[in-house]
């Protein structure tokens, strides 16, 4: 828990409760005002100080007669205000909503941004704990997130609600779901400065060695292929003249007026030919490129896609190219699929991390 910097009192008194209407009033006999005063936007609350010193330790310090807040409020008749110096208001407004049994407000539905900025102030706060019944919820409701600015969101969120599970869950999704330049994008968030270096590093290096691993595999292919040296006869006719290949039933090319067709052989050399052709028309050859800003899932789903593009019409029961592309499909999702998570606990220990 990171040492809070202790609000302000403000010193003047205020007018009832029901004489100000830029007022929310979340408890209509609330003894004392919070003064959010963020960055952006500024807001005003009525609420009860016993409620929240109930859930939040740090208010409850702050209320207390040991600050000049709480002795603010021991000597007043009136409300006092407090103000709360550069936190969210909307935030604040959930926490305290919550807090005060009334759930979150209404309104528009819980971003990734909206939940790490959440999780950060409940952090300072320190009343994560009568927040937890919620962010099951909100985990579920951001499963169907994708940008890299995003999973970065609930992994802040995850770790300052100390959920483990929900983690490792995002952080073996991101694996999959990122390319290995995410980072770019992470730089220019500044709340996410606020995780642990050591999730960034860790991220960084199992993306880049899964998009390793996938392309040793397309290149492993290319030696499968070549080790299998038998041929077969293709349904195809090939013109010695110009080397068009035509239909088994043609009788000449008639672009060459040549009758003179050969029959056509499916070859060690022919296949490599077309599998790296195969490639080349899914977008993953060259192979440099693609894995440089495509993700793991993304290189799999053009691997799925890779015989959409087969022209390939040879009489063997089971060609080898036909072969190899199934394994290739096969080797690539069992990759993909033995990807882990990271546990949340070691790194409440790692430098920058403040537990």
Request: net charge negative; proline share 5%.
């Amino acid at each position: 828990m990171r040492e809070m910097e202790m609000p302000d009192p403000d010193s003047n008194q205020i007018q009832p409760a029901d004489e100000e209407p830029d007022l929310e009033q979340i408890d209509p006999n609330g003894d004392v005002i919070l003064l959010v005063a963020g960055l952006e936007s500024t807001a005003r609350f009525l609420v009860s100080s016993k409620i929240l010193s109930m859930a939040s330790p740090m208010l409850a310090k702050l209320f207390s007669p040991k600050f000049s807040e709480g002795a603010q409020m021991a000597s007043c008749t009136s409300c006092p205000t407090i103000t709360l110096h550069e936190d969210d208001s909307a935030a604040m407004r959930t926490i305290i909503s919550i807090l005060h049994y009334q759930g979150p407000p209404q309104g528009d539905a819980m971003t990734a941004e909206d939940f790490a900025t959440l999780a950060v102030h409940c952090d300072k706060y320190d009343c994560i704990r009568a927040l937890l019944p919620w962010t099951f919820k909100w985990f579920n409701d951001l499963q169907s997130i994708t940008t890299a600015e995003d999973y970065g969101y609930l992994l802040l969120a995850a770790h300052f609600f100390r959920s483990s599970a929900d983690f490792s869950r995002i952080f073996k999704k991101a694996q999959k779901q990122l390319p290995s330049n995410f980072s770019t994008k992470w730089d220019s968030v500044e709340i996410l400065d606020l995780l642990p270096y050591g999730v960034h590093v860790e991220l960084t290096s199992r993306i880049q060695q899964l998009l390793c691993k996938l392309q040793e595999e397309i290149h492993t292919m290319e030696g499968v292929l070549r080790n299998k040296q038998t041929f077969y006869y293709m349904q195809q006719l090939l013109c010695t003249i110009c080397g068009r290949t035509h239909p088994s039933s043609a009788r000449k090319c008639h672009s060459c007026d040549n009758s003179d067709l050969l029959k056509k052989y499916c070859t060690s050399e022919l296949r490599i030919a077309e599998y790296f052709a195969l490639l080349e028309r899914s977008g993953l050859w060259p192979s440099v490129e693609p894995f440089q800003r495509c993700s793991a899932d993304e290189i799999v789903s053009l691997i799925s896609k890779i015989k959409v593009h087969l022209r390939h019409s040879c009489e063997a029961v089971s060609c080898p190219l036909q072969s190899v592309l199934n394994m290739l499909l096969n080797c690539v999702n069992r990759l993909v699929g033995t990807v882990t998570g990271l546990d949340l606990y070691p790194l409440h220990g790692e430098s920058g991390m403040e537990t």
